[in-house]
């Protein structure tokens, strides 16, 4: 796919370009995400990412906690990543131990595990993605702003983000990444795409929910820009950036277009928390 974005569907007038596989795209109303999903210039082979700011990471839990301790000293991160990741496995194993039933029996591998517990809130190395734009837009705009750092610092101005990651972009050998070799890209590490089978979730499929795990722990815009080193032609990363001025605006048009806290999480606790959220945007 040419990435050629049409300048009216950019609402900023810079046309926005791509480096090293990375490309920005700042949005001011939801009409213009809108018609740059339906009008196909996004493959139908990304997958999505809500988050509330823009500059945050694309870290799983367990990695936030490693990359805190990356740039101290007398520190082997790689060792440290190591013994966190397993330790925190066999601690949820035990912690669960009377509670699974027949579902233990089904949990054959360790990302089956590590799924089963980002569902409940536990810390892993995996990242929340999903397949649709829209669900990954709910995502990003449903947490209220922080209004008291807003109100502390009025020179900071949050946006919001919707990521897409190519799904080209993952294994060893990266489909879209330049063909060459040289001394500074290495494949040893990779993005890996982790497809949950869990029968009794139904959030998992009402969010068309997927994870993504880094073997090394590292910041998936950090491993895409290592790979895509002089990749100009098209992104296997997208960033949509959007202003939070809208998002009142765009939690009423998700609504209406069925996509909030009672479908994606189809119980007791996804009705009351569609209730607060309908009330705070009134």
């Not at 590490?189 to 959030?203: C, G, M, N, Q, T």
């Amino acid at each position: 796919m040419q990435w050629q974005p049409g300048d009216e569907l950019v609402s900023e007038p810079r046309q926005p370009e791509t480096t090293d596989g990375v490309l920005r795209i700042d949005i001011a109303a939801w009409g213009d995400f809108q018609r740059l999903i339906h009008e196909n210039l996004i493959a139908p082979d990304f997958i999505y990412r809500g988050q509330r700011c823009h500059d945050w990471l694309l870290l799983s839990r367990i990695d936030r906690i490693v990359e805190l301790n990356r740039s101290a000293k007398n520190y082997d991160v790689d060792k440290l990543r190591h013994k966190l990741i397993r330790w925190q496995l066999e601690a949820f194993k035990r912690a669960t131990r009377g509670m699974l039933g027949r579902i233990r029996e089904t949990l054959k591998s360790d990302e089956a595990w590590w799924a089963l517990g980002q569902h409940f809130g536990l810390a892993t190395p995996l990242l929340d993605w999903t397949e649709s734009p829209y669900v990954a837009a709910f995502f990003a705009f449903v947490e209220e702003p922080d209004r008291w750092n807003q109100t502390v610092n009025s020179s900071i101005r949050s946006r919001r983000a919707v990521f897409a990651l190519s799904t080209a972009a993952f294994g060893p050998q990266p489909s879209l990444a330049k063909a060459m070799v040289s001394k500074d890209v290495s494949y040893e590490h990779y993005i890996k795409r982790v497809d949950p089978i869990l029968d009794d979730s139904a959030r998992l499929v009402n969010q068309a929910a997927l994870f993504t795990e880094v073997t090394n722990g590292r910041d998936i815009a950090h491993m895409v820009r290592k790979q895509y080193k002089g990749v100009s032609e098209r992104p296997a990363l997208i960033e949509f950036a959007f202003p939070e001025e809208i998002r009142n605006d765009v939690i009423e048009r998700l609504n209406v277009m069925n996509v909030n806290h009672k479908t994606l999480f189809p119980d007791l606790e996804g009705a009351a928390k569609h209730c607060n959220t309908m009330l705070g945007i009134r």
